[in-house]
């Protein structure tokens, strides 16, 4: 195959992942919608599903994970981790919240490793602030 001189090393790398990555995103997405969103909703939520929340919004998650791992692969690994082994000496959220949530459930046995690696992935770039990518 020919290529165009015009086209560096790293352009053909980004070409070429860029379906992995969309696919990476959708298989995200949708894992979340099948095992997270029954508890945490991903939009601000409104006055009345503040009152019915069992979970805090994603958007809240991920701003405290971002502000305390702001290196998207720590956060990653980070999140992954405590998918599977909640525990409150790893919580990064305010006391209040855990005082009026708990700690999420383990998700072993619900997502794979990859899965979680997924899903934290999924969350990372989609949810709360913009830090290092």
């Known amino acids: 195959m020919l290529i165009p001189k015009f086209l560096t090393f790293s352009t053909l790398i980004a070409l070429s992942l860029a379906p992995v990555q969309s696919f990476a995103q959708e298989n995200g997405e949708s894992l979340f919608e099948q ?3 029954m508890c945490h909703l991903k939009q601000r939520p409104s ?3 503040m009152k019915n929340m069992i ?3 994603m958007m809240g998650v991920m701003r405290h994970v971002k502000q305390a791992k702001p290196d998207r692969a720590e956060a990653i690994a980070f999140i992954a981790n405590y998918l599977e082994a909640p525990a409150q000496s790893k919580a990064l959220c305010m006391q209040q919240s855990i005082a009026r949530f708990g700690l ?3 998700q072993k046995g619900n ?3 990859e899965e979680a690696q997924t899903v934290a992935a999924y969350v990372y770039d989609t949810f709360g602030p913009r830090f290092n990518r």
Do not use: I
């Open 55 to 57: 979970a805090p919004p």
């Open 35 to 37: 095992k997270c969103s």
């Open 104 to 106: 999420m459930p383990s």
């Open 111 to 113: 997502l794979t490793p």
């Open 47 to 49: 006055a009345e599903e």
